[in-house]
């Protein structure tokens, strides 16, 4: 209790004695001063959860203490001393925020120390109130999907209209563009908002550690199985379950997955009965998952089950709308965090517009964060962005201008390896850098007779 801090503001030593002696012998821990001028000089310099001062002082009084107190540290509790029983100041004291008004001699140590004790639980309510307001805000504003494209338009859509439903939902879209915010808007709009929300990423595990972690398992049921242990799905019950990077998953594991959503149970590793188990599932991948059940590593089956409503988050890339917003957002998140207003020129924002972003959303957050820490000005310019993003439109320009002796058939026809090679030949990339649907993309490969060079493929 030592670290509960009291100041007593009183001209009159007696007074301060008296009050600090009985005051200290509950634990706590005090400091007198005997004028309003260093009790305000105190407040302002150290921390204390509760004041108490006289109102008749030479100088600065109390009710004066009060009031400067109040712009100072408004959730300070200030109980308010006199010696003279007056209706009047004590209701002005209190309607200024005085927390309680004591009469000096007559207030009995008891009602005293019953004051001061009220007062600090006050103030440590009013402490954690503040806290926690923090952290709600905190949370509110990291994990708020920023955007305002007609992509993500639809994708607030689809959330506000699923969120609340039992439905199965999975989440596609590449690496970066916000499936776990996604995931967790569900949750946190649906009924469920009170219940846990547990993720697993299932590429994180090798198979066995991830089927014990899931479903559990039970005590010798394998080396290292001392004693039973609870699955996740188990955890999550009456929430959320997320599944990250579903296409990840084993076949023994799709098949336990299925009976999941099938049968709405679980089994244990080594367990023989089923749990019943009450989860709403939301997966996530960034693999095609159509694609691998054609190739045979994705059950059919599992598939329809999870895919019961897809959202699809387009890449950032096609939602360059986005990015304003975006930077916006993650330069006052870095802000706060380094402790200083920054802005960014508006070259280095159209940089940031035309960039392509392979690594979405995740790598723009980055590379403001990285921007705002390493540069020491207000003002986050094209010098201070990473040469990938600073190079990536002047890369472009510099082959068309080297090459003045080439006629515009053979430019085209360089330029489409080159973004076919930067591409990775993949045609849907390709041919939305391009600009042209990827039949004219096709075609025009044809025409150029354009071939992949061929890869040495190592056994
Ligand atoms: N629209 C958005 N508004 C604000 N922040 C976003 C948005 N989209 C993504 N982010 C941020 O980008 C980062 C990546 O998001 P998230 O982890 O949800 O992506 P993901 O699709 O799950 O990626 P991966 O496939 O790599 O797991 C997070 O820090 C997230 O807060
Ligand atoms: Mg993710």
């Known amino acids: 209790m030592a670290d509960e801090k009291i100041l007593i503001v009183d001209d009159e030593k007696s007074m301060c004695q008296y009050l600090a002696i009985m005051l200290k012998k509950e634990g706590y821990s005090i400091k007198t001063v005997n004028n309003g001028k260093k009790a305000i000089k105190e ?94 805000k905190k949370k509110d504003g990291t994990r708020k999907i920023i955007g305002k494209s007609e992509e993500i338009q639809k994708v607030f859509h689809l959330i506000d ?99 999941v959503l099938q049968e709405r149970e679980i089994i244990p590793v080594g367990g023989t009965s089923p749990i019943k188990v009450n989860v709403r599932l939301v997966a996530a991948t960034n693999a095609d998952l159509e694609e691998a059940v054609h190739s045979g590593s994705f059950r059919a089956d599992l598939y329809y089950r999870l895919n019961v409503i897809p959202i699809n988050i387009p890449p950032l890339r096609e939602r360059s709308d986005d ?20 802005s960014i020129s508006k070259e280095a924002m159209d940089l940031l517009i035309n960039f392509d972003w392979q690594g979405n959303v995740r790598e723009l957050e980055n590379v403001i964060e990285r921007s705002v820490i390493l540069q020491d000005g207000d003002l986050v310019d094209v010098c201070d962005l990473p040469d990938r993003v600073r190079l990536f439109s002047k890369d472009r320009r510099k082959l068309v201008m080297d090459k003045t002796q080439i006629t515009l058939e053979e430019l085209e026809k360089e330029y489409l390896l080159s973004v076919l090679e930067e591409t990775n030949w993949q045609k849907k990339k390709a041919s939305s850098i391009l600009g042209i649907n990827a039949s004219t993309l096709y075609r025009k490969i044809q025409r150029y007779g354009l071939e992949r060079e061929q890869e040495t493929v190592a056994l």
């Open 43 to 136: 407040i302002s310099s150290s921390n204390y959860d509760v004041l108490l001062t006289d109102i008749r002082m030479e100088g600065i009084d109390g009710i004066e203490v009060l009031k400067q107190v109040k712009e100072i540290d408004p959730n300070l509790p200030v109980i308010i001393m006199t010696a003279y029983a007056s209706q009047k100041t004590a209701i002005e004291a209190l309607n200024m925020g005085a927390f309680y008004y004591l009469i000096k001699r007559a207030a009995k140590n008891e009602e005293i120390k019953m004051v001061v004790r009220n007062a600090l639980d006050m103030h440590k309510v009013r402490n954690e109130n503040v806290f926690l307001k923090k952290q709600l």
């Open 161 to 259: 209209k699923v969120a609340d439903t039992e439905s199965t939902i999975l989440v596609t879209g590449e690496s970066g563009t916000g499936k776990e915010l996604v995931a967790r808007a569900i949750h946190y709009q649906s009924s469920r908002a009170n219940t846990p929300f547990v993720s697993i990423n299932c590429g994180a595990l090798p198979e066995n550690l991830l089927e014990s972690e899931l479903f559990g398992h039970v005590k010798g049921s394998f080396t290292g199985a001392i004693k039973d242990k609870e699955g996740l799905f188990k955890v999550a019950s009456g929430g959320t379950f997320f599944l990250d990077e579903v296409g990840e998953t084993s076949p023994a594991i799709q098949v336990k997955l299925l009976r």
């Open 323 to 342: 990015i304003p917003l975006l930077v916006d957002h993650f330069l006052r998140i870095a802000s706060e965090n380094v402790g200083r207003e920054k």
